[in-house]
């Protein structure tokens, strides 16, 4: 696996308006898109800070990952995602390095990329996402 470049940072937030407000009225910044992932159960919103986005995801259930790991951990850093060429590759790349899977194989994320993520007890305690553009 070799990812491209740092796709997103997503922050776990317990209220999105309110985060929005904040990254665009104190950092400057601008949200471009806010949309539903409903199988993952959370609303997303999205700034550009450079080449690298920022995505918040709020919980839109409280059987949501996101609002289990509010609840444990507080709102923060959720996660880190790397574009590269294909997920599936980086899955079995990490896999044959015995890291532990969440996706045995890739699935529809927010923005129409395709993602999967690796679990966090195998990648040092950082959730990590691995992300593609769809061909």
Sequence with gaps: MKPTHIEHIGIAVENLD???KYYEDILGLKCYNIEEVADQKVRTAFFKVG???IELLEATSPESAV???IEKKGQ???HIAYAVDSVQRALD???SHGVQLIDKAPRKGAEGLNIAFLHP???FGVLTEVCEQPK
């Design 18 to 20: 309110e985060q929005i």
């Design 51 to 53: 080449d690298t986005k």
């Design 67 to 69: 609002a289990k790991f």
């Design 76 to 78: 923060g850093v959720h």
């Design 93 to 95: 790349a990490a896999a």
């Design 121 to 123: 007890k195998s990648t």
